[in-house]
């Protein structure tokens, strides 16, 4: 990758974090262990998560422009976060990236700094 421009660029901008954000979450919906703790109104979560991986990819601070401070593994608290519904959470982003038609060397960058966080924001054990 060419190291001179963020990952949001290269993935595609704005167009392209939107159509991951679009894959992503009927794909999230439908898994089992994911579904049930999500809103059934998935629109708002959507546009957050649009705004926060702008942010997280090196594009323009979107989300913390309009909801402060991330602070998102306290944001995730009040919800059951298990090492399984971690991995769960990544493979929905390993599919919708292939999904979104991302090359797959990016992918792999992006789905690993990823990783991280979804790994920090397990909070239960069951
Ligand atoms: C580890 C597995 C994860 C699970 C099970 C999970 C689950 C959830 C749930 C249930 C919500 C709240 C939906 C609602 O508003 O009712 C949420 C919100 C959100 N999640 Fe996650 N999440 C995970 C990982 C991540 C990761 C890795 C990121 C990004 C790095 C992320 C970004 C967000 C954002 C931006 C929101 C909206 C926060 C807000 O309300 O402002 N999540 N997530």
Not at 22 to 35: A, D, W
Not at 66 to 91: C, D, K, N, V, Y
Request: charged residues 20%; glycine residues 6%; aromatic residues 10%.
């Amino acid at each position: 990758m060419n190291r001179n421009i963020s990952l949001y660029d290269a993935l595609g901008g704005e167009a392209a974090i939107r159509s991951i954000v679009e894959c992503f979450y009927p794909k999230v919906q439908n898994h089992p262990l994911l579904g049930p703790i999500f809103p059934e109104d998935i629109n708002p979560v959507m546009e957050k998560q649009f705004l926060f991986l702008t942010q997280f990819f090196g594009g323009p601070h979107l989300y913390s422009e309009q909801h402060g401070h991330p602070m998102m593994r306290a944001r995730h608290l009040p919800f059951p976060i298990t090492p399984e519904r971690a991995e769960a959470w990544l493979s929905c982003m390993r599919e919708a990236l292939k999904e979104a038609g991302i090359d797959s060397e990016l992918a792999a960058f992006a789905l690993e700094r990823l990783s991280g966080p979804a790994h920090h924001f397990v909070n239960t054990t069951e």
